[in-house]
């Protein structure tokens, strides 16, 4: 990616996905988008990143790390006025760095904070991809099966496919493998019947946003697997890094849903699945309310309703 256009269309044809990683790649693509701009005046490049931030934080509207991201590149700019365009470039480069650094340590707490979840032999279902595949670490979702993993434990993953994008079949389970932790791959409508049959212990799911009152947003299908664990009796965890709570978005009522092209449904792999003509929905995400989620796992704790989301308040299990 060398271009402000490269880097946004990589965001939102979902080259990159994954709400830390939109961010880590943001961060730095802005910092890529600018260099060509070096000797530009500075009140024309600080102008230049103004507009370069607004594009890539508007490339997809659901995952809050986006514009929290940009909005922190920004703030660094702004805190030294008086920086040549030159010298904001090497701040922006050790912001976006940061950036990258902290999200690999998040990865990490995440895990830590979650490995009492899992206990030897545990079997988890998870929902889409939120894994090493979309941070720049370990993962959110699966931070604590590869903590567990390391701690001798033995884990196995369910994994939903994911439609109608298949990021559970096609990244969850080849980042598994490839780990050599064992999974497998359930169509999405498979997910409760196994919980009625006791096959699975544990719930744990990313997020791209989160409310301040815990409903979260995650890929298409989680609500239904929260509904299933529910009646079920099976805890459903959302692990997500403290930049994904959205503090200013009081309910998931508030959180815009991105709505993608419905030739995503009707086609699979360029072949068409769905008669031509075919009206179909995609929206990429829903929203699971917080009565459904038993605990949020972030990298400063683990929550429980109701939600504070503070540090002094955060509840440690």
Not at 91 to 105: F, P, S
Request: glycine share 10%.
């Amino acid at each position: 990616m060398r271009t402000l256009d490269d880097v946004r269309d990589a965001i939102s044809t979902l080259a990159v996905r994954g709400a830390p990683a939109i961010g880590v790649a943001a961060a730095i693509g802005l910092v890529v988008s600018l260099l060509p701009f070096e000797n530009e005046a500075g009140v024309l490049f600080r102008a230049r990143l103004q507009t370069h931030a607004g594009i890539l934080g508007a490339a997809r509207p659901t995952a809050v790390n986006l514009p929290w991201a940009m909005a922190r590149m920004s703030a660094r700019a702004g805190a030294n006025p008086v920086a040549s365009s030159a010298e904001l470039l090497t701040l922006l480069r050790e912001e976006a760095t940061n950036i990258l650094d902290e999200d690999r340590a998040m990865c990490e707490s995440i895990g830590a904070h979650g490995l009492p979840f899992i206990p030897d032999g545990t079997r988890v279902l998870t929902h889409c991809n939120a894994g090493a595949l979309a941070t720049a670490g370990i993962g959110t979702a699966l931070a604590p099966v590869y903590v567990a993993q390391r701690e001798g434990r033995r884990v196995s993953v369910f994994a939903n496919e994911t439609r109608p994008l298949l990021q559970g079949s096609r990244l969850t389970a080849w980042e598994l493998g490839r780990a050599g932790i064992p999974v497998t791959i359930l169509t999405d409508g498979m997910a409760a019947s196994l919980m009625r049959a006791h096959e699975i212990d544990v719930v744990l799911v990313g997020a791209d946003r989160v409310a301040a009152n815990g409903d979260t947003a995650n890929k298409i299908g989680t609500y239904a697997v929260a509904v299933a664990a529910k009646h079920h009796g099976i805890p459903f965890y959302v692990c997500a890094p403290w930049s994904t709570i959205d503090r200013a978005t009081a309910s998931g009522d508030a959180i815009a849903i991105e709505q993608r092209s419905a030739d995503e449904v009707r086609f699979a792999g360029g072949t068409a699945v769905a008669p031509a003509g075919a009206n179909a929905r995609n929206p990429a995400f829903d929203v699971t309310p917080a009565g459904l989620i038993t605990g949020v796992i972030t990298d400063k704790g683990v929550y429980r309703a109701p939600y504070s989301f503070t540090y002094e308040m955060r509840s440690r299990d």
